[in-house]
Structures are given as C-alpha cells and as structure tokens.
C-alpha cells in the first residue's frame, strides 16, 4: 500500500502560477510511474501528466508548454508547475502512483486548484 500526500493547491488569478506537490510512502519510488489527474463535478477524471520510472513525460493537450510534471526520487516527491494559469484549470487535482507491474494504482486525496480572478 502506497499513501499518497498531495500539497499546493490554492486560489490563483488566471495568469499565475502554483506549484503541486505529491509525497509517496514507498521505498520503491522510483519503480513507479506517477501521474496527476484532475476532475471537476460531474465529470470524468482526466489526466493532466504523467512520468514514467525513466523520466519519460507525457501531457494532456490542454496544458502542453504549461505545465511541467517532475520527480525527485531522492524525496519521494512528484511536481506539477503549472503556469499561465487559466479559468478552465479549475478542478481538483489527484496524485496517483502505479506499479511497474500496472497491477495495482494508487490515489491521493486530491487538493483543490481554482483560478479566478
């Protein structure tokens, strides 16, 4: 079992920047694929961007030369900078962790981002 501890979220003026942060309880960090999602009320959840145990990355279209997933494998630690900030970003944010095996997810309990003027 792999906790998940997502931090950053906030209110932000459309233009602006905030910066997510997910903590992972594994010693195996480094082993996972990690990834950020987000959702919105009666909506599907979707993905934002994810990083593979390589380094690899891979965004949704709607945030592509906006944000930037990364990992600090020393800390446990996965980013999201997320810049130029517009009203649509709007949306609960979630960490989630998957084994190499791709057996087995893990979810956060997600932090709130709204951009709002």
């Known amino acids: 079992q792999v906790q998940l501890v997502e931090s950053g979220g906030g209110l932000v003026q459309p233009g602006g920047s905030l910066r997510l942060s997910c903590a992972a309880s594994?010693?195996?960090?480094?082993?996972?694929?990690m990834s950020w999602y987000r959702q919105n009320p009666g909506k599907q959840r979707e993905l934002v961007a994810s990083?593979?145990?390589?380094?690899?990355?891979n965004y949704a279209d709607p945030v592509k030369g906006r944000f930037t997933i990364s990992r600090d494998n020393a800390k446990n630690t996965v980013h999201l900078q997320m810049n130029s900030l517009k009203p649509e970003d709007t949306a609960v944010y979630y960490c989630k962790a998957r084994h190499w095996t791709g057996q087995y997810d893990f979810w956060g309990q997600g932090t709130q981002v709204t951009v709002s003027a």
């Open positions: 990083i593979s145990s390589s380094g690899g990355t």
């Open positions: 594994t010693n195996i960090f480094s082993t996972y694929t």
